[in-house]
Nanobody
Framework: EVQFVESGGGLVQAGGSLRLSCAAS????????IGWFRQAPGKEREGVSC????????YYADSVKGRFTISSDNAKNTVYLQMNNLKPEDTAVYYC????????????????WGQGTQVTVSS
């Protein structure tokens, strides 16, 4: 059974930082395409970043490029999202997902995802 345990969300002022963690199980982590998407109230889900998901490489949405960094620890089956210089428009529930893919500008947001962690950025 695929499972995720996400943590690290919270309330932060604009310009601040948060680090999200997602401990995964139930699949082979080392070669999985894994990453994060988010959903703000009243908006569609939006791909954020992923590992091995775009021609085998890491990918970032333009909206977070230069501010967010994705990483993983294969020994811990954990993926991280370091978020710096946060903006109010980053406010959303953040989900980690497996089998997330990017084809050009199209995101496939994965086959399984966690329960999400809330990130709120105040202005």
């Amino acid at each position: 059974e695929v499972q995720f345990v996400e943590s690290g969300g919270g309330l932060v002022q604009a310009g601040g930082s948060l680090r999200l963690s997602c401990a995964a199980s139930g699949f082979t982590f080392d070669d999985a395409t894994i990453g994060w998407f988010r959903q703000a109230p009243g908006k569609e889900r939006e791909g954020v970043s992923c590992i091995r998901c775009s021609d085998g490489s890491t990918y970032y949405a333009d909206s977070v490029k230069g501010r967010f960094t994705i990483s993983s620890d294969n020994a811990k089956n954990t993926v991280y999202l370091q978020m710096n210089n946060l903006k109010p428009e980053d406010t959303a529930v953040y989900y980690c997902a497996v089998n997330i893919r990017v084809f050009g500008t199209y995101w496939y947001l994965g086959d399984y995802w966690g329960q999400g962690t809330q990130v709120t950025v105040s202005s």
